[in-house]
């Protein structure tokens, strides 16, 4: 069995792990452990450990926004358009979950906000 030691200090992870891990991170990381991994590496977890309840918050803040919104639901149909999962007959459709967390995003990061890609 693989271990990853995780230490976090001061909103710095530092990621201990064994010949194996490392194997498995430049092969790909296998699918189950993928969201594990993926939020300890890039310090989402830490970040959420701080800030809990901060995703849910500036979500709530994001839907009163109409202007940011309305730019989201015009978009959305467009985004991934080849893509089964974000298709509205898709079950479950991803498009309520992308919706969230570009609405959040764009909430969060006032400056950058919401911007419509243009292929």
């Known amino acids: 069995m693989n271990v990853i030691i995780v230490y976090v200090c001061r909103n710095l992870t530092l990621l201990y792990y064994n010949i194996s891990v ?8 296998p699918n189950e452990h993928r969201s594990y991994v993926w939020m300890m590496v890039s310090g989402a977890q830490t970040q959420m450990d ?7 918050r500036v979500l709530l803040e994001g ?4 202007k940011l919104v309305d730019t989201v639901v015009t978009d959305l149909n467009r985004t991934f358009p080849d893509n ?3 298709r509205t007959s898709a079950s479950p ?3 309520q979950t992308l919706h969230n967390v ?6 969060h ?3 950058v906000g919401y911007c419509q890609v243009v292929y």
């Open 63 to 66: 839907q009163s926004n109409t």
């Open 22 to 29: 490392k194997r498995y991170i430049r092969k790909g990381v």
């Open 109 to 111: 990061n006032t400056s």
């Open 84 to 86: 089964v999962k974000f």
């Open 50 to 56: 701080v800030n809990p309840g901060y995703y849910h």
């Open 102 to 107: 570009l609405v959040a995003y764009g909430q």
């Open 93 to 95: 459709c991803l498009q």
